[in-house]
């Protein structure tokens, strides 16, 4: 099944602690879940490695999200929006929004 959202996509949560951020998708874990820039920080308690030269610390690190929990965010509307896709005349298969059927800019 082809994803409805992709890695570079502009994304806003629907559900969660995060309701309401903003941000950009910066990979995609598998079918169901993905990493989204700067949403859903948690703080990593890390010993130091001097074999690898780390430091130790409390570093803030981005986990995954589950794909049902974010949107597509639409310019447009200035809202998160949800996605089908459409087969263009010359055979193309795009993604569109379902609000107002514009097509996904990629």
Request: proline share 5%; hydrophobic share 30%.
């Amino acid at each position: 099944m082809a994803n409805k959202i992709k890695k570079g996509d502009e994304v806003i949560v629907t559900a969660g602690k995060d309701k309401g951020k903003r941000g950009t998708v910066t990979r995609v874990l598998d079918d169901d879940h993905l990493i989204v820039e700067n949403v859903n920080m948690v703080k990593k308690h890390t010993k130091p490695n001097p074999n690898k030269g780390e430091p130790g610390g409390i570093l803030d690190k981005e986990m995954p999200l589950h794909i049902s929990n974010v949107a597509l965010y639409n310019p447009t509307t200035g809202k998160g929006d949800r996605v089908g896709f459409k087969t263009l005349e010359d055979g193309k298969k795009v993604r569109i929004y379902k609000s107002n059927q514009e097509v996904v800019d990629i």
